[in-house]
């Protein structure tokens, strides 16, 4: 004899609680399985509760009008008959069940038998494997397992869905043999797992009890899949990198290519990057990085404010270059840096000036000796004015006046109209090298203004510039551009003209220089320049003699004084 | 007071017939009985029989009426018995409800709302467990709401019954009556369209509605997981603005349906999530959903829809990558 207790089941459609209207047994009493014991009155209907068990009731957990919640206890029996416990309960239980009969006489035959079979199968342990304690069975086998005195709570159905039919009623009348249920239970089981995995994929957690069979698996798969594979430096130049999204944004942000990042984790056989791998990618970076770039920004920044010429950088390859180190600021050899922006900006005008316009370059050098005296004293006048006055203002001075005298220097071709304009302003850009890359704000009017006034516009404009707070139509309307390539160093380029002007400028640096004086061979402050002109628009003559009548401006720059 | 889901839905209905006299009852045993799940009790004794009525044994005739009704201004809520025989009443949700503003160019429409139970186990019969939102939701003109709790379920289907266009009120009645909770007496709305945060986390979002919220929520406290928790409420239109930002926190998301999982509400929103989000992802969006299968009967009911156990290893693999 065992005691089981009956909780109240779920009534159907998710009630969670009924009101017990009437107990239909009494402690002591014998019930059958399935047979009506109390009735629970939901919202919906009065609901009969069966019996799950064969055997006495020996405590009753409600009393009618109380309101039962599901899954409490409502009923304890005594079962006849469970042969989980020793003999000796056997025994007790067949007694305890002899004189229970003897209280309900009209059971008594059924009652018998089943206590006779009730010991061929196990009516304890297999709850676990069947989601609810309930057997189910069609009526018809149920019937047959009256007759042939079977108990169905025993059997385990063979269905794999836990319905017991027919055939498992009469082979476990023919067996008569506990062992074969609990095997069932186990198929049973198994089988359920299968059936749940196949048609799951990996969510294998059927139910409560093979959930933690679930998750070593899926860990052991996800381990299998991240196999370490710590390259250090192979990453560079990978064709394909797996990544999340999430990542690829990570990198993309940092302007890394993220197949240039090496991958701490292998997938499907492919390197696969993590947020981590990025972020030690750009910690290395960092690190012995930051030195050059700074250096390189303030080595621009300083001459630009240097006062030798407020421009730096200027429309030629290799102050481009500078100019790009200045724009990644920190940048490290070996990373690579979006094209995009300013520089892209600089470099798409770059290009089409290069494609649209066949370059001519010429260099030439002369002697600035009283340049320099001159610019000496006048700087000294200035400066008590406030004003810093550095060689460009002399240098737009001339070339402004030697634009006047070869005006195909100072147009530009309407390729639309297929007409050169000659124009009759003479607006000289100045390229001005900017932590965010080259710009050429232009001094308007330059042929109108004296060289204070000239020295006052390239000075707010090139800090202007260098501030981002100068306005685009600022850097428009040029006829003419003069570079500064002397303030970095370097003694000749080959200046790109800024599209659509015909002609750019760019000094050297005035130093002392071997100078042939009278037969002799002198030290001497000269300039070099270099030019390029359109050649569609200039001949390489007209730049040579334009050219000349710079030089010839700026070796006197008393001339200057003559308009 | 504190009510249930199914009390909510009884409270709801009171209040919008006393305030609203265009507002009519009509179903099976709406009236007389007081429902089948008691949704509507009292409602006949308080309103009488022109404003509760009985229908025949015809879903077809329940929205096909209340489309009627609606277009000619009343604000009809029908009550279909269990979700699974709305399929009868398809053609009129989507050839005559759910289109009569567009097909009229707006000169008719129709404020009228459509209850019914849906949601697996309950161990109910067969065509009694359905979670078709999916399938509902993919028809223009119609709105899909889905409560999963008692004061959203009134304030929600006040919202419903007061919107211009037809709503389709699924109720989840698993947790028809599993719990309780502080319903005001007074009169509120819940928007319609717009999700709740029942939990905010950092780690993982978890976007579930209806009857899979309980075990969601089960879930995150059982796996000890920061989940920041999204219940959709309103399954068209989707509010996917506030799942694509909870993504945009989190970087993983784990979507919970009972519904099969094919074509399903879950698709739906990892493809919203890829088209606002995607960037954002650290791993794959994760879908623990029901089976394409019918919902099996009685034993293996259980087996179906989805479980804290699955929605943890869910979120376990979501985290693991």
């Not at chain 1, 799950?52 to 957990?61: I, R």
């Not at chain 1, 991958?263 to 056989?269: F, K, N």
């Not at chain 1, 030629?316 to 200045?326: F, H, I, L, Q, R």
């Not at chain 1, 001005?432 to 232009?442: E, K, Q, S």
Request: hydrophobic share 40%; glycine share 10%.
């Amino acid at each position: 004899m065992a005691e089981r207790t009956f909780e109240l089941p779920d009534l159907g459609e998710g009630i969670a609680e009924g009101e017990l209207v009437s107990w239909l047994v009494a402690p002591g009493e014998h019930v059958e399985e399935d047979q009506t014991i109390a009735e629970v009155e939901t919202d919906k209907a009065l609901v009969e509760v069966p019996s799950p068990y064969e055997g006495t009731v020996s405590e009753l957990h409600y009393e009618e009008g109380e309101m039962v919640p599901v899954d409490s206890v409502v009923v304890t029996f005594d079962v006849d008959g469970d042969d989980g416990g020793a003999d000796s309960e056997g025994t007790g239980g067949s007694d305890e069940s002899r004189s229970t009969t003897g209280d309900g006489a009209e059971t008594t035959p059924s009652a018998a038998g089943d206590a006779e079979t009730s010991e061929s199968g196990p009516s304890g342990g297999d709850e676990q494997a069947v989601p609810q304690s309930r057997v189910f069975a069609a009526p018809t086998t149920r019937t047959l397992a009256r007759e042939l005195g079977v108990d169905l709570a025993a059997v385990v159905g063979s269905d794999g869905g836990g319905r017991v039919t027919e055939a498992d009623v009469r082979e476990a009348a023919d067996a008569g043999d506990s062992d074969g249920g609990i095997e069932g239970v186990d198929s049973a089981g198994e089988s359920v797992d299968a059936s749940a995995s196949d048609s799951g994929g990996a969510s294998t957690s059927a139910g409560p009890t093979d959930v933690t069979g679930g998750e070593p698996a899926v860990t052991e798969r996800a381990s299998a899949d991240a196999v370490p594979v710590t390259v250090e430096g192979d990453g560079a130049d990978r064709k394909r990198t797996l990544a999340m999204p999430a990542t690829r944004r990570l990198a993309e942000e940092a302007g890394v290519d993220i197949d240039d990042v090496p991958a701490s984790e292998e997938r499907d056989g492919e390197a696969f990057v993590t947020p981590e791998d990025v972020r030690a990618y750009l910690e290395s970076r960092r690190s012995g990085d930051g030195t050059v770039g700074s250096d390189t920004a303030t080595a621009v920044a300083g001459s630009s404010a240097g006062g030798n010429g407020a421009t730096a950088g200027g429309g030629n390859d290799t102050t481009a270059g500078g100019g790009g180190g200045t724009t990644a600021g920190g940048a490290t050899s070996g990373e690579r840096v979006p094209y995009r922006g300013v520089r892209q900006t600089i470099g798409e005008q770059m290009a089409r000036s290069k494609y649209t316009a066949p370059h001519v370059s010429h260099h030439d050098e002369f002697d600035a000796a009283d340049l320099v005296a001159v610019r000496g004293e006048l700087a000294e006048v200035a400066e008590r004015e406030g004003v810093k006055l550095t060689y460009m203002p002399f240098v737009i001075r001339a070339i402004t006046t030697a634009l006047q005298e070869f005006p195909y220097l100072n147009s530009s071709l309407d390729e639309e109209a297929g007409e050169i304009v000659l124009h009759d302003e003479y607006n000289v850009g100045i390229a001005v090298a900017t932590d965010a890359g080259l710009m050429v704000p232009v001094v308007k009017n330059a042929d109108r203004k004296g060289l204070k006034e000239l020295a006052a516009d390239v000075r707010d404009l090139a800090e202007r510039a260098r501030n981002r707070e100068i306005s685009p139509s600022e850097m428009q309307g040029g006829t003419f551009t003069v570079t500064n390539i002397g303030v970095i160093g370097g003694e000749f380029s080959s200046p790109i003209i800024n599209h659509p002007e015909a002609a750019i400028f760019a000094m050297g640096p005035i130093r002392k220089r071997p100078w042939v004086v009278d037969d002799e061979v002198v030290a001497r402050e000269t300039m070099r320049f270099s030019m390029s002109v359109d050649h569609r628009l200039v001949d390489g003559a007209d730049a040579a003699r334009f050219s000349n009548r710079v030089k010839e401006l700026l070796a006197n720059p008393a001339l200057l004084l003559l308009d | 007071m504190q009510a249930t889901i199914v009390e909510a839905v009884n409270d709801a209905l009171h209040t919008e017939m006393a305030a609203d006299d265009r507002v009519v009852v009509l179903g099976e045993d709406v009236a007389k009985s007081g429902g089948v799940f008691r949704a509507t009790d009292e409602l006949l004794e308080e309103f009488g029989g022109d404003r509760v009525v009985d229908t025949p044994l015809s879903e077809i005739a329940i929205v096909g009426g209340a489309t009627g009704l609606a277009m000619y201004g009343y604000r009809p809520v029908a009550e279909i018995q269990f979700s699974g025989f709305l399929p009868p009443a398809f053609d009129q949700l989507v050839s005559n409800a759910s289109r009569i503003r567009w097909r009229t160019r707006g000169a008719l429409n129709a404020p009228m709302v459509v209850r019914m139970p849906y949601g697996a186990g309950v161990r109910a019969l067969e065509h009694h467990s359905e979670s078709l939102e999916g399938a509902y939701g993919h028809i223009p003109g119609l709105q899909i709401v889905v409560p999963s709790t008692p004061h959203d379920t009134k304030g929600l289907l006040l919202s419903a019954i007061r919107d211009p266009d037809p709503v389709l009120f699924m109720e989840p009645k698993r947790i028809y009556r599993s719990f309780r909770e502080e319903v005001p007496e007074d009169d509120y709305e819940v928007p319609l369209g717009e999700a709740a945060v029942r939990r905010e986390g950092e780690d993982v979002t978890v976007v579930a509605w209806g009857s899979m919220m309980p075990p969601t929520l089960e879930a995150v406290e059982e796996g000890d997981v920061d989940a920041e928790v999204i219940d959709l409420r309103t399954v068209s239109p989707m509010d996917a603005e506030t799942v694509v930002e909870s993504v945009k926190k989190t970087g993983r998301c784990v979507v919970v349906h009972e519904g099969p999982r094919s074509i399903g509400v879950g698709s739906d929103v990892v493809a919203r999530i890829n088209d606002e989000a995607l960037m954002y992802l650290e791993a794959p969006v994760e879908r623990v959903t029901g089976f394409d299968t019918p919902v099996p009967l009685l034993s293996m009911e259980d087996y179906y829809f989805p479980h804290p156990p699955r929605i943890l290893d869910a979120m376990e693999r979501a985290l693991s990558v």
